[in-house]
């Protein structure tokens, strides 16, 4: 196989395969052989582009084994693996054993070094020793006073009393700590990237003729896509025309919709809130998104919980504490054995480690149950939410409500009537518009070649479009009637109500002219009243449902599902305005949603949350991504944030007990230094590691 080095830095290596391309089985075969490497963490490749990203040790010799191995692969033989859920699996156990082994050395080292002389001994902790005080030396020059230089302080004291087997142990024990913290991150780092970017299948690409829809892995440099609202840049390109607001937070964290317009640059994995773009790709498809996710995931370390930034907030500030009480008790008792029990016993080093290491492990945890937060703050606003607001159509209801009916409002044929709205319809990721194509195909109603010249969504609630020179509109009752101005012929919606009672109604209208409704069932999804029992359950207050159907419909939806408040014919601003007004109350609110005009709304809330059937953008925006069409997963999510703060909580009293404890007792030589300082460590690692064990049964 011939290749190219596209990037190579420490731990990170890129190729491209000669080839150009490979199928999936034969790019999960390549990641998989890969995966096996000693020294390779994870691996992933490209289809479309033969694109080759390996993170791994940073080590040359595990390099030239994974160039030997990609140098090596057969071109006409190549491998072949059917799932990506294996690399995940086989990633995650490499981790583990990874950990083991790297704690397996510092026990065995630990064990080997009292069978060395003592002045060698002493040597070798002194010459370990020096990594901690340089790390101490940096912060300091920096006019910080941190969690290192305390730790410095407390292993360059220990050597200077001649006590070296205090430091060997103080060492030892950070070194566990930070051995089991590296994992734990790694572990969730790998377990979120599979959830964390709404991936596309298919774009459209525009030609000469006609837009036609496309496989993503077909796309190449230069090609053109068609971008609507609601969905999500596929590939990094350039605009060549059009005009959209984009929801870059993806990418940038920043929540303000960004305009893009001919001659900007769209990245993968931000998404189209409103309007419509062109764009040219200029980075071919996998690249731009391996680098989105990447980037994703090392955005999770800065999205903390309010709780975790506190801790670590506070183990900072205590540090200067620890260093006035040594200098105090030393001035007062001449004693520097009772000093350095503040210096060698502190709070710090646990506050700084417990709570981070019980935040990514709730994360890692929720993994494992379909939900992935993208980030600590977000686990912490679930726990103090007390209002849930569900969107009614696509998450309490089905995401995949069926036509029911077609009522026509004169003479046009209830044939025509569908075949035109799937025509509009099949460009926008919604459930009631697959409902609608879907109808359509049931009814064996083509409708290729397009019709209309252009189609373009009206964030309002509806698409408009040109149909062979006349201009179409299809949306809710209060789009056509009220903001277009169509004039609804005297009894048309009861005579609908009478044909298919029960149903929510979609209208079209052409030139001005209403050509009759289609009716979508929308059935609750199974176990919604049992959910809401739930999560009453676990404190959460009030359950509201928005909707923008009809009175009659969300009545009926409401009582189905044993909602006590709900909204009838809210607008989208409308939806984004109550759950504001919520905020403003004092309420942390939870937003549910699944489509396009769902999105101010989830941006509003606290914590907002997709289901896996959601749209894309629903997906992109949401702080919390549920990878199942299960609603029961939110009682999961909201369970498992209420454990890990009352966690949170419970080993920070713990923490500031014991660390107390043994300072008094240092203090007042009740006991040795050693044992007080011996115990402090061995208490930080046990509390850090009895965060990462399960929060659920």
Same mark, same amino acid.
């Given at each position: 196989?011939? *290749?190219?080095?596209?990037?190579?830095?420490?731990?990170?290596?890129?190729?491209?395969?000669?080839?150009?391309?490979?199928?999936?089985?034969?790019?999960?075969?390549?990641?998989?052989?890969?995966?096996?490497?000693?020294?390779?963490?994870?691996?992933?490749?490209?289809?479309?582009?033969?694109?080759?990203?390996?993170?791994?040790?940073?080590?040359?010799?595990?390099?030239?084994?994974?160039?030997?191995?990609?140098?090596?692969?057969?071109?006409?033989?190549?491998?072949?693996?059917?799932?990506?859920?294996?690399?995940?699996?086989?990633?995650?156990?490499?981790? /583990?054993?990874?950990?083991?082994?790297?704690?397996?050395?510092?026990?065995?080292?630990?064990?080997?070094?009292?069978?060395?002389?003592a002045p060698i001994r002493t040597v070798v902790t002194v010459v370990r020793a020096l990594r901690y005080v340089r790390d101490g030396l940096h912060q300091l020059l920096r006019g910080r006073l941190t969690v290192e230089v305390l730790d410095a302080t407390a292993i360059?004291?220990?050597?200077?009393?001649?006590?070296?087997?205090?430091?060997?142990?103080?060492?030892?024990?950070?070194?566990?700590?930070?051995?089991?913290?590296?994992?734990?991150?790694?572990?969730?780092?790998?377990?979120?990237?599979?959830?964390?970017?709404?991936?596309?299948?298919?774009?459209?690409?525009?030609?000469?003729?006609?837009?036609?829809?496309?496989?993503?892995?077909?796309?190449?440099?230069?090609?053109?896509?068609?971008?609507?609202?609601?969905?999500?840049?596929?590939? /990094?390109?350039?605009?060549?025309?059009?005009?959209?607001?984009?929801?870059?937070?993806?990418?940038?964290?920043?929540?303000?919709?960004?305009?893009?317009?001919?001659?900007?640059?769209?990245?993968?994995?931000?998404?189209?809130?409103?309007?419509?773009?062109?764009?040219?790709?200029?980075?071919?498809?996998?690249?731009?998104?391996?680098?989105?996710?990447?980037?994703?995931?090392?955005?999770?370390?800065?999205?903390?919980?309010?709780?975790q930034s506190k801790a670590e907030s506070l183990a900072d500030k205590l540090v200067p504490v620890a260093f006035a009480s040594f200098l105090g008790i030393l001035a007062v008792t001449r004693n520097v054995g009772k000093a350095l029990a503040v210096l060698m016993v502190?709070?710090?080093?646990?506050?700084?480690?417990?709570?981070?290491?019980?935040?990514?492990?709730?994360?890692?945890?929720?993994?494992?149950?379909?939900?992935?937060?993208?980030?600590?703050? *977000?686990?912490?606003?679930?726990?103090?939410?007390?209002? @849930?607001?569900?969107?009614?159509?696509?998450?309490?209801?089905?995401?995949?409500?069926?036509?029911?009916?077609?009522?026509?409002?004169?003479?046009?044929?209830?044939?025509?009537?569908?075949?035109?709205?799937?025509?509009?319809?099949?460009?926008?990721?919604?459930?009631?518009?697959?409902?609608?194509?879907?109808?359509?195909?049931?009814?064996?109603?083509?409708?290729?070649?397009?019709?209309?010249?252009?189609?373009?969504?009206?964030?309002?609630?509806?698409?408009?479009?040109?149909?062979?020179?006349?201009?179409?509109?299809?949306?809710?009752?209060?789009?056509?009637f009220e903001d277009e101005g169509v004039p609804l012929p005297d009894g048309f919606e009861e005579h609908v109500d009478e044909v298919s009672p029960g149903t929510g109604h979609v209208y079209l209208a052409r030139d001005g002219v209403l050509l009759g409704a289609l009716?979508?069932?929308?059935?609750?999804?199974?176990?919604?009243?049992?959910?809401?029992?739930?999560?009453?359950?676990?404190?959460?207050?009030?359950?509201?449902?928005?909707?923008?159907?009809?009175?009659?419909?969300?009545?009926?939806?409401?009582?189905?599902?044993?909602?006590?408040? *709900?909204?009838?014919?809210?607008?989208?601003?409308?939806?984004?305005?109550?759950?504001?007004?919520?905020?403003?109350?004092?309420?942390?609110?939870?937003?549910?949603?699944?489509? @396009?005009?769902?999105?101010?709304?989830?941006?509003?809330?606290?914590?907002?949350?997709?289901?896996?059937?959601?749209?894309?953008?629903?997906?992109?925006?949401?702080?919390?991504?549920?990878?199942?069409?299960?609603?029961?997963?939110?009682?999961?999510?909201?369970?498992?944030?209420?454990?890990?703060?009352?966690?949170?909580?419970?080993?920070?009293?713990? @923490?500031?007990?014991?660390?107390?404890?043994?300072?008094?007792?240092?203090?007042?030589?009740?006991?040795?230094?050693?044992?007080?300082?011996?115990?402090?460590?061995?208490?930080?690692?046990? @509390?850090?590691?009895?965060?990462?064990?399960?929060?659920?049964?």
């Amino acid at each position: 196989m011939r *290749y190219t080095v596209a990037s190579d830095t420490p731990g990170r290596l890129r190729l491209r395969l000669s080839l150009g391309f490979v199928s999936e089985r034969e790019a999960y075969g390549i990641e998989s052989l890969l995966c096996t490497l000693d020294g390779v963490r994870d691996a992933n490749v490209h289809a479309a582009n033969a694109s080759v990203l390996v993170h791994c040790d940073a080590s040359p010799l595990v390099r030239m084994t994974v160039l030997n191995a990609v140098r090596d692969l057969d071109v006409l033989c190549l491998p072949v693996a059917d799932a990506p859920a294996e690399r995940l699996e086989h990633a995650l156990a490499k981790e /583990d054993d990874r950990f083991q082994l790297e704690v397996g050395q510092l026990l065995v080292w630990s064990a080997l070094r009292r069978l060395l002389p003592a002045p060698i001994r002493t040597v070798v902790t002194v010459v370990r020793a020096l990594r901690y005080v340089r790390d101490g030396l940096h912060q300091l020059l920096r006019g910080r006073l941190t969690v290192e230089v305390l730790d410095a302080t407390a292993i360059a004291a220990s050597i200077l009393r001649g006590t070296p087997a205090e430091a060997d142990t103080i060492m030892l024990l950070l070194g566990l700590s930070d051995a089991m913290e590296r994992h734990v991150r790694s572990r969730t780092r790998l377990s979120l990237e599979q959830g964390l970017v709404a991936r596309a299948s298919h774009v459209w690409r525009v030609t000469d003729e006609e837009d036609e829809l496309v496989a993503l892995d077909r796309v190449l440099v230069g090609d053109l896509l068609r971008l609507r609202a609601g969905s999500v840049v596929p590939v /990094d390109g350039c605009v060549k025309s059009g005009v959209a607001a984009l929801n870059e937070a993806s990418m940038t964290g920043e929540a303000e919709l960004v305009r893009k317009e001919a001659g900007s640059t769209v990245f993968a994995g931000t998404a189209i809130e409103d309007g419509e773009l062109v764009v040219r790709v200029t980075v071919p498809p996998g690249a731009s998104r391996i680098d989105a996710i990447a980037t994703m995931v090392e955005r999770t370390a800065e999205l903390k919980s309010s709780s975790q930034s506190k801790a670590e907030s506070l183990a900072d500030k205590l540090v200067p504490v620890a260093f006035a009480s040594f200098l105090g008790i030393l001035a007062v008792t001449r004693n520097v054995g009772k000093a350095l029990a503040v210096l060698m016993v502190d709070y710090s080093c646990a506050l700084r480690l417990s709570t981070p290491i019980a935040v990514m492990s709730a994360m890692r945890e929720a993994t494992e149950y379909d939900v992935v937060v993208k980030g600590g703050k *977000y686990l912490e606003a679930l726990a103090e939410a007390d209002t @849930i607001v569900f969107d009614k159509t696509g998450t309490l209801t089905q995401a995949s409500p069926r036509l029911a009916a077609v009522v026509s409002a004169g003479d046009t044929s209830e044939e025509t009537i569908l075949r035109l709205a799937a025509c509009i319809e099949e460009h926008f990721p919604h459930a009631v518009a697959h409902a609608i194509v879907d109808g359509a195909a049931e009814h064996s109603l083509t409708h290729e070649p397009e019709l209309h010249a252009q189609v373009r969504y009206i964030v309002a609630h509806g698409i408009a479009a040109e149909v062979g020179g006349e201009h179409a509109v299809l949306g809710s009752a209060h789009f056509v009637f009220e903001d277009e101005g169509v004039p609804l012929p005297d009894g048309f919606e009861e005579h609908v109500d009478e044909v298919s009672p029960g149903t929510g109604h979609v209208y079209l209208a052409r030139d001005g002219v209403l050509l009759g409704a289609l009716c979508v069932e929308d059935p609750l999804r199974e176990g919604v009243r049992a959910t809401l029992d739930a999560l009453r359950g676990l404190r959460i207050e009030h359950v509201v449902m928005l909707t923008g159907d009809s009175e009659r419909a969300a009545r009926a939806t409401a009582a189905a599902a044993g909602i006590d408040e *709900y909204r009838a014919q809210v607008l989208p601003e409308d939806k984004s305005a109550f759950v504001e007004a919520l905020e403003a109350g004092g309420h942390r609110v939870v937003m549910v949603g699944d489509g @396009i005009n769902d999105s101010p709304a989830l941006a509003a809330a606290s914590v907002s949350v997709a289901l896996a059937d959601a749209s894309d953008i629903a997906r992109t925006v949401a702080d919390v991504s549920i990878r199942s069409d299960s609603l029961d997963k939110l009682v999961v999510a909201r369970d498992l944030s209420l454990r890990l703060q009352r966690r949170i909580d419970a080993r920070y009293r713990l @923490i500031v007990g014991l660390n107390t404890a043994l300072i008094v007792l240092g203090v007042a030589s009740l006991i040795p230094l050693t044992t007080a300082a011996t115990l402090h460590n061995l208490s930080t690692v046990a @509390i850090a590691a009895s965060n990462t064990r399960p929060l659920l049964r």
